[in-house]
């Protein structure tokens, strides 16, 4: 009895032993494995919002801008007021490659104290808190932005708005193509009216909306102000009366706007500056020095 007691006594203790030892060992690898997910996540969220903030670097030279016979028929296939093609030289200058975010502008109003009115047309139905409080919409354009927000967002983070002739180079490349994948409408390739559900995409989430130099969301997401005043090109004679240098063009599709028609980056659209819209959003450029 004794000496089985002396057994009994022995074996249980190597058991207990093991088993603290085994939870020793299980709860350090729990305690690593979930920092180097930690870790992963956080660095996986700075690339992030480090990329939001990414420019692209379009070079000196010329390229097709405007539409001519070669796109189709005037009126059902591009605008009057895109004719003539013509080549157009430009200086290097850098373009965002995403439009800008929800999270980005935030850092902007927390910088200045400004706010987001959101869309003063529709307050009740798109209160800008709807929008702007859940952090899961931070990776969204920032939209029902006027030409005077804007312009005031790039000048705060050092950049501009780009000119017309430059977001239309960044988003078609030198080609002359109609689309940024190239001349076939698809409408699965960008957020717009025919592809979307009504509202906007996180940025950069139609990989196929992609221009030659890179650029995210030129087809479609939102519509992008430009620096320029809606005018006729050289060499374009009809005028219905529309033209103003009191508005400035807007660049790109929108989820609102039939893609077919304004998501090629040849397509014009204007605005006055102290309008804003959900359609409107933000893509800023700067000078190369
Ligand atoms: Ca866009």
């Not at 030279?61 to 157009?88: C, K, L, N, T, W």
């Not at 033209?243 to 660049?251: F, G, P, R, W």
């Not at 014009?268 to 409107?280: K, Q, T």
Request: hydrophobic share 35%.
């Amino acid at each position: 009895m004794g000496l089985n007691q002396g057994r009994q006594g022995v074996v249980p203790g190597r058991a207990y032993f093991f088993e603290t030892a085994m939870k020793i060992i299980l709860f350090i690898r729990v305690i690593i494995t979930g920092g180097i997910l930690l870790l992963a996540c956080l660095s996986a969220g700075q690339t992030l919002q480090a990329n939001m903030d990414e420019m692209v670097l379009i070079p000196t030279g010329r390229f097709i801008m405007g539409s001519g016979q070669e796109d189709g028929e005037a009126g059902p296939d591009y605008g009057v007021d895109e004719e003539p093609r013509h080549e157009v030289y430009l200086k290097a200058y850098y373009i965002d490659k995403y439009e800008v975010t929800i999270g980005e502008y935030k850092k902007f109003l927390v910088a200045t104290g400004g706010k987001w009115f959101g869309d003063t047309n529709f307050q009740e139905e798109y209160l800008p808190e709807k929008l702007f409080n859940p952090p899961s919409w931070d990776n969204y354009p920032v939209n029902y932005m006027s030409w005077y927000d804007a312009d005031t967002y790039c000048r705060w983070k050092g950049k501009r708005l780009p000119t017309e002739a430059e977001w239309e180079k960044a988003a078609r490349g030198t080609d002359g193509r109609k689309w940024p994948w190239g001349n076939k409408f698809d409408r699965q390739k960008a957020l717009v009216e025919e592809s979307s559900e009504g509202w906007t995409a996180p940025v950069g989430s139609h990989p196929e909306d992609k221009s030659p130099y890179g650029l995210y969301d030129v087809a479609g997401n939102l519509s992008e102000w430009t620096s320029s005043f809606y005018l006729p090109y050289p060499g374009n004679k009809i005028n219905d009366g529309r033209y103003s240098e009191n508005a400035y063009v807007l660049k790109g599709g929108s989820f609102l706007y039939f893609g077919k028609m304004y998501g090629r980056p040849a397509a014009r659209s204007f605005a006055y500056p102290a309008y804003n819209h959900r359609m409107f959003g933000i893509r800023c450029a700067k000078d190369v020095h």
